[in-house]
């Protein structure tokens, strides 16, 4: 989805994510700015659901000392798995191996894409990824309302999670009506989720 005739170190964009640290382990590029924000389809405030990161490299090592891998992996899961409100996986995840005390729950302020855009003086977008553990549809939602009345914002590719966690937090049928309100803005699906008819 990356032009071939531009090297890659000369893209720009941004790198966006609620968890400083997690910005912190990317590269620095030299035009791409990471953004630590929660993103939703609108301003406001929401938990962010997550385990710290001492706690994950703390029992990431005991498992790994003991040789339990299966629990290793399971940990591991919350290297990526922070969230608006909760993570059904993660929870799931922790308690299996008695661990559930070790998620917190932080009040974060919640910014649309649109204001993002805006502070970052967005002017035009060739790939849109998204990886938010069942916010994509909420995104996108803020996207297609910000990009109505800015045509020219909608980016060229959207790429995004469509594996029933947005559906877990908003509603059986959120994954399609995105997909369907996407199309009816000229987009097509090229591959995922059984969105391809």
């Known amino acids: 989805f990356l032009p071939w005739n531009i090297h890659p170190l000369e893209l720009s964009g941004l790198a966006v994510d609620m968890q400083q640290g997690y910005l912190d382990l990317l590269p620095d590029l030299p035009n791409v700015s990471k953004v630590c924000a929660a993103l939703s389809e609108r301003l406001g405030e929401q938990h962010k659901y997550h385990v710290p990161q001492r706690e994950v490299e703390l029992w990431e090592h ?47 302020r919640t ?32 996207l297609m309302s910000h990009c109505d009345a800015r045509p020219l914002l909608y980016p060229a590719w959207i790429w995004f999670e469509s594996n029933g966690m947005n559906d877990q937090l908003f509603g059986e049928g959120t994954e399609e009506r995105t997909v369907d309100e996407l199309k009816q803005r000229g987009y097509q699906v090229w591959w995922g989720g059984g969105y391809e008819k």
């Open 62 to 108: 005991i498992f790994a000392k003991l040789g339990n891998w299966n629990c290793h992996k399971l940990i591991r899961l919350a290297r990526g798995c922070s969230a608006l409100r909760c993570h059904h996986m993660l929870q799931r995840s922790l308690g299996k191996m008695g661990l559930q005390h070790l998620a917190r729950l932080q009040k974060v």
């Open 111 to 142: 910014s649309d894409i649109g204001t993002l855009f805006q502070q970052c003086n967005v002017g035009s977008i060739g790939v849109l990824a998204l990886d938010c553990e069942g916010y994509d549809c909420s995104i996108l939602k803020g």
